[in-house]
């Protein structure tokens, strides 16, 4: 027991210095805890021996993943994707097979075993991959989805691997009688070696009448006994109970597929698929994703610590080699078939270093290829860790990509495109056409105002054509673009570009240069609307003080307020906004250079609320008082004072009169 | 004596008069007139009340300029009126900011003057429609002048009464701040339009 919690513990400890320091350096969690594992494995030696053992729990994060994979994806969705699924997953596994299989025979290989290495090879390791696609939000990128479709091939193509090794055997009897069982055994991802529980051994038929049973049960349970049982389920209020459900349901569905010898992983990623619709769906993401991240943590500790240094140090020349080999491989067959599948942009790059390692389903087809004699142990050994190598370089790739390739790729796909001729000058021109700047542009067109409308980002600028708004492709903080856009002759300049220090030192620019010109600005926040008026725009929104103020209004009619009310509610706030802004602009400025807020902006900010609730307050005030504005009626008993005194003027009349 | 003018102008449509805005930039050629465009300062119609009754304290005469909607003011004009005419303010108890002060009506009606006649369609002399404004005035204490019309004016470009009408409108204006205005005497008519020239005395 003491020895587990150590285990555990230093596992737990290296994972929790490990990750944050990665991600600090911006290499991505999964690196962090592959040398998390390499530190307490083979540097250390703190643990070791039950790696193995423990890779089999962890490779469970994967099935979670798919499950929550399938969440995401509804089924409508993965029809569409079904020409990249089978024509790009299917080239990517062919085409890398042949290859590594041509190049092992080139080195003269038996051919049994080139085969083999190349199947096992050309499969990715989806842990990796959705995880780093995650964490830099590339999952729904063309590159990511397309990695996705791919991913998902090779899991359904494991099974017709495992099933196809066995022929590469050295056909020797008693393989040969073991082929099917230990396919069927083998093909749980992770890789349990519980040859009872499966029913493979059935005559063929039943078989596979057990297999298209079971996948019924999964859809079945996903499609109509789910809800029922989730409703009941949550209305208990125990959430942990609900968490219990969640792993109950991917738990069952995991040890019903390696029953009857399907990847377990396929099958929660079918019930994920199925349930995608459900109204729980957030509800079981959020309960099983820590779950997900941990497992899938501890798996590539696991792969960390699995490096053998002797082996390594032993066949370093080879290793590298060969690592680097199948690298390189993966990558060009991805690059072609981008090619081929028009995936262009950074999105190729994406594809083509995201998936050229070798994944975990190459762990667990090694074992199964030693045990029905189609490899050799060295070889397994080896090979495995060419496996690890590739998985440990992965995010290696990632790095590359995204530091040195992508910003390439932006550039020179803006490049390419050359900044365009501007043959139409508008009265106005518009700067940055984002979701906020388009928005102004539409209404500027809508009333016929002309517009020039340019845009740094030649994919939107692009999108915009299409939906026939004419706009430039161009760096609007370059000022002999805007020259050239007609800012001598313009009327107005609206600067909606997305980098703020971008903006603030085009409106600086542009004052200078244009003093006389009208420049609108667009402010992200309070202290980016003091940096722009600041710089001398002349008039500055901020994108969502008035979207936030007229939800505040829609908040407080929903409360019951009269929507009267409500509306005469925001234009006090907004009055006393408007009244203070000024002495908190001046504040801000003079006390920019200080770090973070300054203490006399801080007091200022809170007079200001405090101004705001008396403001509020003067509106809900039931008393007549001078203080109370707006639609109140003189007070109670104002009608008698009047007639009292006119009383006293015929009075004073009548006497006068006489 | 000097007297200062707010002219309190409310057109919903500017962008189709074509008797009020000449009229409007024809005051504010004038000095001592201080010129509110209330759609221009309050396209949200919220009006600052505390600017107003400034405003309304620094001058001597209060003009509202408008074109006749549905026989009353455009409805910022109202809004003005309920908001910037406080209790305590204009009028009850201590509100006595306004005693003294002129108050004129200058407006334009798209009818004839025909219609605005017991016989007419519209049945009611326009003094008679202007009744709650003249209330209005009286109890803040303000001297309510007969109202500076022009009737017809959908057609007043057309039929060349325009310029007259500006030239009426800039002597009268002109008048009033340089105290040749004689009150007494308009006070008593039914309007200003026609016999505006008996009401000034050519100096001072």
Known sequence: ?658 | MKRKILLLFAHPSQHRSEVNLPLYKAAKKIDGVTCVDLYREYPDYCINIDREQKRLLSHDIVIFMFPLYWYSTPAILKEWQDLVLEYGFAYGQGGDALQGKWFLNALTAGGSEQAYKAEGYNHFRLDELLQPLQQMADACGMRYLPPFALFGSRTAAAEQRLKQHVDAWQRLLLAMTEGRFDIEKGCKMRSLTEQIDQLISEAI
């Open chain 1, 1 to 658: 027991m003491t020895a587990y919690l150590g285990q555990a513990f230093v596992y737990l400890v290296a994972a929790v210095i490990m990750v944050p320091l990665a991600k600090r350096f911006g290499l991505g969690s999964v690196l962090g805890y592959l040398v998390a594992g390499v530190v307490i494995g083979p540097l250390t030696g703190l643990v070791g021996a039950e790696t193995e053992t423990l890779q089999h729990v962890a490779e469970f994060g994967v099935v979670i993943m798919l499950f929550l994979v399938g969440l995401e994806l509804q089924p409508q969705m993965l029809w569409q994707m079904r020409s990249k699924l089978i024509g790009l997953g299917g080239m990517q596994v062919a085409g890398s097979a042949l290859l590594i299989s041509g190049t092992a025979l080139l080195f003269s290989v038996d051919w049994r075993m080139a085969v083999a290495i190349g199947l096992i090879f050309a499969l990715s390791s989806t842990a990796i991959v959705l995880q780093s696609h995650g964490e830099k939000g590339w999952s729904h990128t063309e590159g990511g989805r397309s990695s996705f479709s791919v991913l998902l091939f090779q899991d359904i193509a494991v099974i017709p691997i495992l099933a196809f090794l066995p022929f590469l055997a050295m056909p020797e009897p008693d393989v040969v009688a073991d082929l099917v069982h230990g396919g069927a055994e083998m093909a749980g991802t992770a890789g349990e070696h519980h040859a009872d529980d499966s029913l493979a051994d059935l005559p063929p038929m039943i078989y596979g009448l057990a297999v298209i049973g079971a996948i019924s049960i999964v859809i079945i349970v996903g499609q109509f006994l789910s809800t029922p049982l989730f409703r009941f389920v949550a209305k208990s209020g125990l959430r942990e109970v609900f968490t219990a459900t969640a792993l109950a349901l991917v738990v069952g569905i995991s040890a019903l597929m390696s029953m009857v010898g399907l990847s377990p992983a396929l099958g929660t990623f079918l019930a994920g698929v199925v349930l995608a619709n459900s109204e729980f769906r957030h509800e079981l993401e959020s309960n099983i994703e820590p779950f997900k991240g941990l497992l899938l943590g501890l798996f590539f500790i696991t792969v960390g610590a699995g490096i053998s240094f002797t082996v390594l140090v032993d066949n370093l020349g080879f290793l590298i080699g060969v690592t680097v080999a199948v690298i390189f491989a993966k990558a060009l067959v991805l690059y072609l078939l981008s090619i081929v599948f028009k995936v262009r942009g950074s999105d190729r790059w994406i594809l083509t270093l995201s998936l050229a390692q070798a994944g975990e389903f190459g762990f667990v087809l090694l074992a199964f290829s030693l045990q029905i004699n189609v490899l050799t142990a060295e070889m397994v050994e080896l090979l495995a860790m060419v496996v690890a190598l590739s998985m440990f370089l992965t995010p290696l790739l990632f790095i590359l990509l995204e530091k040195v390739l992508m910003p390439k790729m932006e550039k020179a796909t803006n490049e390419q495109q050359e900044e365009d001729v501007i043959d139409e000058k508008g009265q106005v021109i518009i700067a940055g056409v984002g979701r906020f700047g388009q928005i102004v542009n539409r209404l500027l067109l809508a009333n016929g105002v002309s517009t020039t409308v340019l845009d740094h980002e030649a994919q939107r600028v692009d999108l915009l054509r299409q939906i026939c708004i004419k706009s430039y492709f161009g760096d609007a903080t370059r000022l002999e673009l805007l020259h050239t856009a007609g800012i001598d002759e313009a009327s107005l300049l609206v600067v909606a570009i997305d980098d703020r220090e971008r903006a603030i030192h085009l409106v600086q620019e542009v004052k200078r240069n244009y003093p006389n010109l009208t420049v609108l600005a667009r402010a992200f926040d309070r202290g980016d609307e003091y940096q722009l008026e600041h710089a001398g725009a002349d008039i500055v929104v901020k994108e969502t003080y008035h979207s936030a103020l007229y939800m505040g209004g829609e908040a407080l009619k929903a409360l019951g307020y009269h929507p009267f009310q409500a509306e005469n509610l925001k234009q006090a706030f907004n009055q006393v906004e408007l009244e203070n802004h000024p002495e908190l602009r001046a504040d801000w400025i003079s006390t920019k250079h200080e770090k973070g807020i300054s203490a006399s902006y801080k007091e200022l900010f809170i007079k200001l609320d405090g101004a705001l609730v008396q403001a509020m307050k003067k509106d809900r005030s039931d008393t007549h008082s001078h203080e109370e504005r707006g639609w109140t009626p003189p007070p109670a008993g104002y009608d008698d004072l009047l007639e009292a005194q006119q009383a006293d003027d015929t009075d004073g009349t009548a006497r006068s009169g006489q």
